[in-house]
């Protein structure tokens, strides 16, 4: 199994300023990283793909980049609306998806 | 519209059999896969595993291989998640969630079914 750890475990940051996420897998997953946002009661939802492509309907702030194993999520402009909890997940390793633990992004 | 519409939620006891659906409608269902992701009170994502309806090709990750059966019935467009006997730890809310090919992230998601396993 491919185990992905994030950090940090949670982020405060204030609007406007930027967050950087942190995803690393326990071996190469290639560029097959998926980001998700999840609010409080409510379903995940993708944001970024392919390790760096954002999913329909994801503003541009939201930035994703790495390889192999070191993988970044970036939030420039940070606003009230992206207060969440955001996961990686790997689907290279098929059919054994994971996800990370988790980060979240507070706002101050 | 792509719309992956959960069942509600429900409270069992230990011991007891549980089915929990998820109604797919705006795609293809048989040709995309549908995968179920468990997420315990106050903890992260678990991936749990998948079924393409077309030719029910089912997948499991290793935690939960024999602990639940994964199905779908392509003639109403609907997968399923079942337990045979539930345990307090399946107390969790679980997640259905579309996959669009065998190396893809989950794109849609339903709202989640919440199960509470309680005596």
């Known amino acids: 199994e491919i185990v992905m750890t994030q950090s940090p475990a949670t982020v405060s940051v204030s609007p406007g300023d930027r967050a950087t996420l942190s995803c690393r897998a326990s071996?190469?997953?290639?560029?097959?990283l998926a980001w998700y946002q999840q609010k409080p009661g409510q379903a995940p939802r993708l944001l970024i793909y392919?390790?760096?492509t954002r999913a329909t309907g994801i503003p541009a702030r939201f930035r994703g980049s790495g390889s192999t194993t070191e993988f970044t999520l970036t939030i420039n402009s940070l606003q009230s609306e992206d207060s969440a909890v955001y996961f990686c997940?790997?689907?290279?390793?098929?059919?054994?998806?994971?996800f990370g633990q988790g980060t979240k992004v507070d706002i101050k | 519209e792509v719309q992956l519409v959960q069942s509600g939620p429900e409270v069992k006891k230990p011991g007891e059999s549980l089915k929990i659906s998820c109604k797919a409608s705006?795609?293809?269902?048989?040709?995309?896969?549908i995968g179920w992701v468990r997420q315990m009170p106050g903890k992260g994502l678990e991936w749990m595993g998948i079924?393409?309806?077309?030719?029910?090709?089912?997948r499991y990750s290793p935690s939960f291989q024999d602990q639940v059966t994964i199905s779908a019935d392509k003639s109403i467009n609907t997968a399923y998640l079942q337990w045979s006997s539930l345990k307090a730890s399946d107390s969790a809310i679980y997640f259905c969630?579309?996959?669009?090919?065998?190396?893809?992230?989950?794109?849609?998601w339903g709202q989640g079914t919440l199960v509470t396993v309680s005596s």
């Open positions: 969630a579309r996959q669009m090919g065998a190396t893809a992230p989950f794109d849609y």
């Open positions: 392919g390790t760096s």
């Open positions: 997940q790997q689907y290279d390793n098929w059919p054994a998806w994971t």
């Open positions: 705006g795609y293809s269902f048989d040709n995309n896969w």
């Open positions: 071996r190469s997953v290639n560029s097959n």
């Open positions: 079924v393409k309806p077309e030719d029910s090709d089912t």
